[in-house]
Each structure stands twice: as structure tokens, then as C-alpha cells.
């Protein structure tokens, strides 16, 4: 499958990408935990159907360290031992906060509360603003159609 377009060769998305890709690596910098940003990137991408999204934040997570089996249940997490309170609360906030258009309220207070509750302000902005990248990352991905399967953990880094 070939990509409708090529971000990289384009002089506008090679503009626009270098912004959003340093936000990228902003977020990686972050106080958020590594384990929980690739998590939430993963369970986002799951919910869009992002294929090249989940392939590169499958590898990413587990040259990090991640086990197959945490990344296996990702999709599952709620009926899933493996994962802490602190990544469920941020895994509920990153679904509540993707699939807005299924939810008339948006991410309900109890969401909200609950992950205010593991995370610091620093944090929770950084998981809300991942949450955010993630839907804008996965959108650019879907609609051009890029292909996934040859990501190599480090390759945008």
C-alpha cells in the first residue's frame, strides 16, 4: 500500500510537521511517565484504527522495557490485571477523551477526577495534550493512508 501522500517531501507538511514533531518530543520530555505515555498513545491509536500509529507505539513500548503481555491487553485494560491504578486512570481519560463524538458530555467529571487523582497538574496537562497529538497524529496518518509495519523503535528520534 503506497501513503496518498508524502509528508516528508512536501514543503507545507515538512513546515507544519517540524512543529508538531518537536510538541512530539516535548511530550517525551514530559513528567509523564514513558510506560504511561506509550500506553495511552497505543490505547488512542487502537480506538482510531491508526495502523502505523499502534506499530510504532507497540515497538516503541517494548524497546522501552514494555512486556507483550501489558502490550497485549492494552485494548482489554479494564478487565486486565497488569496495569496500575495510575495507567488506568490515564488509559479512561485517553478513551473519554477520544471518542468525544460518542459521548454528548466529553470526559464526565468522574474521569477527570479520577486521573487528577494520580497525576500532578504537570503530569495531567501532559496527558491531556498527549491524548490530544495522539487523535491529531492518528487523523494525518488515517487520511493519507500511511503504511504501517516498517517503523523501527528510534526511527523519528
Same mark, same amino acid.
Given at each position: 500500500?503506497?501513503?496518498? $501522500?508524502?509528508?516528508?517531501?512536501?514543503?507545507?507538511?515538512?513546515?507544519? +510537521?517540524?512543529?508538531?514533531? =518537536?510538541?512530539?518530543?516535548? +511530550?517525551?520530555?514530559?513528567? +509523564?511517565?514513558?510506560?504511561?505515555?506509550?500506553?495511552?498513545?497505543?490505547?488512542?491509536?487502537?480506538?482510531?484504527?491508526?495502523?502505523?500509529?499502534?506499530?510504532?507505539?507497540?515497538?516503541?513500548?517494548?524497546?522501552?522495557?514494555?512486556?507483550?503481555?501489558?502490550?497485549?491487553?492494552?485494548?482489554?485494560?479494564? *478487565?486486565?490485571?497488569?496495569?496500575? *491504578?495510575? *495507567?488506568?486512570? =490515564? $488509559?479512561?481519560?485517553?478513551? *473519554?477523551?477520544?471518542?468525544?463524538?460518542? =459521548?454528548?458530555?466529553?470526559?464526565?467529571?468522574?474521569?477527570?477526577?479520577?486521573?487528577?487523582?494520580?497525576?500532578?497538574?504537570?503530569? +495531567?496537562?501532559?496527558?491531556?495534550?498527549?491524548?490530544?497529538?495522539?487523535?491529531?497524529?492518528?487523523?494525518?496518518?488515517?487520511?493519507?493512508?500511511?503504511?504501517?509495519?516498517?517503523?523501527?523503535?528510534?526511527?523519528?528520534?
Amino acid at each position: 500500500m503506497d501513503a496518498r $501522500l508524502n509528508y516528508f517531501a512536501d514543503p507545507t507538511a515538512s513546515k507544519v +510537521l517540524k512543529y508538531f514533531m =518537536a510538541a512530539g518530543k516535548a +511530550l517525551k520530555d514530559s513528567p +509523564l511517565p514513558t510506560a504511561t505515555q506509550e500506553l495511552v498513545a497505543l490505547r488512542v491509536s487502537q480506538i482510531n484504527g491508526c495502523a502505523v500509529c499502534i506499530d510504532m507505539h507497540t515497538k516503541e513500548a517494548a524497546a522501552a522495557g514494555e512486556t507483550s503481555v501489558r502490550l497485549n491487553l492494552v485494548a482489554a485494560w479494564r *478487565e486486565a490485571t497488569v496495569f496500575t *491504578e495510575a *495507567e488506568r486512570a =490515564a $488509559l479512561e481519560l485517553a478513551e *473519554e477523551g477520544t471518542r468525544v463524538a460518542d =459521548a454528548a458530555g466529553g470526559v464526565s467529571d468522574e474521569v477527570w477526577a479520577y486521573a487528577a487523582k494520580h497525576y500532578d497538574e504537570e503530569q +495531567l496537562t501532559a496527558l491531556v495534550i498527549l491524548i490530544s497529538f495522539m487523535n491529531t497524529a492518528n487523523r494525518l496518518n488515517i487520511i493519507t493512508q500511511q503504511p504501517a509495519g516498517d517503523y523501527e523503535p528510534g526511527q523519528f528520534h
